[in-house]
């Protein structure tokens, strides 16, 4: 890959300054499809019977599949896709920097019309928590790919997730790549199999775009460091293992299927990986002074918070169900949902919790076991807010309209507190997609010849 390419195709990349809604992109989509050297097909449809378009750009040997937009709330992608598509279209002569790319734009859809409240940005944390909507874990097209593990099997797929295993069984890509990107940490990547050879670029370049990389996997407690900021893919097995050593109990109420990378790595081959570009940074991250306080303290801590306000969304969700057939039904089942998976959570983490061995903490272990803990806390409260809202905006329930006023005064509390204690700062938009379209195209160099 030329690097005059390389650095104009990233210098090109618009000022966003908000991310765009479905209508936006599906607009753009369009237009890109009347471009030259641009094929497209329809792979499937939503889980609301909307079309699912990918674009097919390039005429090499090798394939790579983009996805944009694989959980709801993560519409970065669906900017990263368009503008990568729109530019390849009129600059025929790189010949498709040597790939066949295979681009989907949104795959969950339906979700993220369910966003589109916050893809301004919003300043006010309390704002964006009562906008925001993910799909529960096992209605995600992420993990629900087909998988049989021991004792263990997941046959309930999404529309989604079977529209994406069959381009993957037809095309056999080389590379899978969704676009991921995590809310409030450092950045990190998620990797198939170890890749040294491409750290030092993605380390220098991520570095240019103050863009810091996560030393620990901030996902799950499990996570496999390949290399600092690089982490092994994971999948239901993981969990699987995990759970079966450390707390048993949990298994049978475990509901997901394989994620992509899983079902891919196992049915077809190639290299897969995700970018994980954060929306907010904080430098109270990287603070790895030590502390007086006890780890055991701190989750003893989390666990009573986590307690406190799980019983207090019961609360307000017992107090809906009066009314539960005026709530918008996506949110309402949803939330539930929620609910249940947040339950599980909790039983195993106050398990974990007796089992827990006393050792020092940093500041930033502190940090991110308090403030970005309460931060989930806050969408969750966000949610239920919105399902009441969905009640109260079709009159006729005045003391479910009491209630969002109420819930609407502990996000506001809860998020006020979260803005203070994390010191937390936005990313540029355009950084963002700088990261996730260089990655992709600095691990496609790489994979090209090998």
């Known amino acids: 890959m030329e690097t005059t390419y390389f650095h104009k195709i990233l210098n090109e990349i618009p000022p966003y300054t908000r991310f765009l809604n479905v209508n936006e992109i599906d607009n753009l989509i369009n237009f890109i499809t009347e471009m030259p050297n641009i094929k497209h097909k329809t792979i499937g449809h939503t889980v609301n019977d909307e079309p699912l378009i990918m674009l097919d750009i390039g005429k090499n040997d090798k394939t790579a599949l983009i996805i944009g937009v694989p959980h709801s709330d993560e519409p970065l992608g669906s900017l990263v896709v368009t503008y990568f598509a729109r530019w390849l279209a009129t600059h025929p002569e790189l010949n498709a920097f040597g790939w066949r790319w295979l681009l989907l734009p949104i795959l969950e859809r339906r979700g993220m019309r369910l966003n589109e409240g916050w893809f301004n940005m919003p300043e006010s944390f309390a704002a964006m928590a009562k906008s925001t909507f993910r799909e529960p874990t096992e209605d995600q097209y992420e993990w629900t790919f087909p998988i049989e593990y021991e004792d263990y099997k997941w046959t309930q797929s999404r529309p989604e997730t079977i529209a994406i295993k069959e381009v993957l069984e037809k095309e056999k890509p080389e590379i899978l790549c969704n676009l991921h990107h995590s809310g409030f940490t450092n950045g990190y990547y998620y990797l198939s199999e170890d890749f040294p050879e491409i750290y030092p670029n993605l380390r220098k370049f991520t570095a240019n775009l103050r863009i810091p990389l996560s030393d620990n996997s901030p996902d799950v407690p499990f996570g496999k460091m390949l290399s600092p900021g690089f982490y092994q893919m994971y999948g239901l097995k993981d969990y699987l293992d995990y759970y079966k050593k450390k707390d048993p109990l949990i298994l049978p109420a475990l509901r997901r299927g394989a994620c992509s990378d899983e079902w891919y790595q196992k049915n077809i081959g190639g290299f897969s990986f995700n970018c994980e570009v954060p929306m907010y940074l904080s430098h109270k991250l990287k603070d790895k002074n030590p502390l007086k306080k006890s780890y055991k303290k701190m989750i003893e801590q989390?666990?009573?918070?986590?307690?406190?306000?799980?019983?207090?969304?019961?609360?307000?969700?017992?107090?809906?169900?009066?009314?539960?057939?005026?709530?918008?039904?996506?949110?309402?089942?949803?939330?539930?949902?929620?609910?249940?998976?947040?339950?599980?959570?909790?039983?195993?983490?106050?398990?974990?919790?007796?089992?827990?061995?006393?050792?020092?903490i940093t500041k930033a272990e502190k940090f991110e076991n308090g403030v970005l803990e309460d931060l989930f806390d806050l969408f969750f409260l966000g949610q239920i807010w919105r399902v009441a809202e969905s009640i109260c905006i079709k009159g006729g329930a005045p003391k479910i309209c009491q209630l969002m006023e109420k819930s609407d005064l502990e996000i506001k509390s809860l998020a006020k507190s979260v803005q203070e204690r994390g010191a937390f700062y936005h990313v540029p938009i355009r950084n963002s997609v700088k990261m996730q379209l260089g990655s992709i195209l600095i691990i496609a160099e790489a994979l090209k010849n090998n």
Do not use: F, G, V, W
Request: proline content about 2%.
């Open 302 to 360: 989390r666990y009573k918070r986590k307690k406190s306000r799980l019983e207090y969304s019961i609360k307000l969700i017992d107090k809906i169900k009066e009314y539960e057939n005026m709530a918008h039904p996506i949110l309402i089942s949803s939330a539930k949902k929620h609910i249940t998976n947040a339950q599980l959570s909790l039983e195993h983490e106050k398990r974990i919790l007796e089992k827990a061995e006393e050792k020092t």
